[in-house]
C-alpha cells in the first residue's frame, strides 16, 4: 500500500518566517509533486522533482523553493512566509517518468496559516 | 496549453438519485484520465482512470466514468448517491509520456438526505 506522509497536518508560522514542509514516500517513486489548493482555484502546482537533485518549476514557483537531496524525500521551502501563502498544501508522488496511465499518490495535506 | 474543464463548481443530489459530473478534456493525443475523490480534511485518492483499455470505466465507491473521444468528455457518474459520497471530486489529464496530471478546478458533491 502506497504511503504519502506529509510532516504536519496544520502549522501556524508568523510573517517572514522560513517554512519547511516535508514529504516522504516508501514506494520508491521517481517522481514527486507539490501543489497548493485554495477554494475555488482547484490544484496548482508549485514545483516538481522526476529525479534526486533534480527539480522543474510548476505553475506558480514564485516565493518557494524545493529540495530532493534523497529519492524518498521532497521538501517544499517558504523562505520569508506571506500571508497570501496561507493555503493546503498537497504532497504527491508517482511512478517513472513516461510510464503511461500512472497515477499520483497523494499525501494528507499540511494547512499553513501565515499570520 | 492542455486544460480540464469541469462543469460545475457544485453540484447537489438527494440521496438515492443519480450522480452526474461532467469533465471535458483538450489533449490533442489519446489522454490518460482519472477522476479523485477528496474527503474533508484529507488529500486526494483515486476513484478511477482511464488507460484507453475500455471506454467504459469502473472504479471504487460504485463509481464509473465514460470516455467519449467525440466529445472529448470523461463524466463521472453514480447510479444512486449515497451520503458517504459527499466531498470535492476532481478530473485529471496527461498525454502519453507527459507529467505531471493537469487537474480541473474541482467540483464538489453535496448529498441532501
Known amino acids: 500500500d502506497v504511503k504519502v506522509t506529509q510532516s504536519s497536518r496544520y502549522l501556524v508560522k508568523r510573517t517572514g518566517e522560513k517554512v519547511f514542509l516535508e514529504c516522504v514516500q516508501d514506494m520508491d517513486h521517481e517522481n514527486m509533486f507539490w501543489y497548493r489548493q485554495d477554494p475555488g482555484l482547484g490544484l496548482r502546482l508549485i514545483y516538481f522533482?522526476?529525479?534526486?537533485?533534480?527539480?522543474e518549476k510548476g505553475d506558480i514557483p514564485e516565493g518557494y523553493s524545493v529540495s530532493r537531496e534523497k529519492k524518498e524525500r521532497f521538501s517544499l521551502i517558504l523562505e520569508s512566509a506571506s500571508t497570501n501563502q496561507t493555503s493546503m498544501y498537497l504532497c504527491?508522488?508517482?511512478?517513472?517518468?513516461?510510464?503511461?496511465?500512472?497515477?499520483?499518490?497523494f499525501g494528507p495535506g499540511t494547512r499553513l496559516t501565515v499570520t | 496549453a492542455q486544460s480540464v474543464t469541469q462543469l460545475g463548481s457544485h453540484v447537489s443530489v438527494s440521496e438515492g438519485a443519480l450522480v452526474l459530473l461532467r469533465c471535458n478534456y483538450s489533449s490533442s493525443v489519446p489522454p490518460y484520465l482519472f477522476w479523485y475523490v477528496q474527503y474533508p480534511n484529507q488529500g486526494l485518492q483515486l476513484l478511477l482512470k482511464y488507460t484507453s483499455a475500455a471506454t467504459l470505466v469502473k472504479g471504487i465507491n460504485g463509481f464509473e466514468a465514460e470516455f467519449k473521444k467525440s466529445e472529448t468528455s470523461f463524466h463521472l457518474t453514480k447510479p444512486s448517491a449515497h451520503m458517504s459520497d459527499a466531498a470535492e471530486y476532481f478530473c485529471?489529464?496527461?498525454?502519453?509520456?507527459?507529467?505531471?496530471?493537469?487537474f480541473g478546478k474541482g467540483t464538489r458533491l453535496s448529498v441532501i438526505a
Open positions: 504527491a508522488s508517482s511512478g517513472p517518468l513516461g510510464f503511461a496511465g500512472d497515477e499520483q499518490y
Open positions: 485529471a489529464d496527461t498525454p502519453i509520456g507527459n507529467t505531471p496530471l493537469v
Open positions: 522533482s522526476y529525479d534526486v537533485k533534480m527539480k
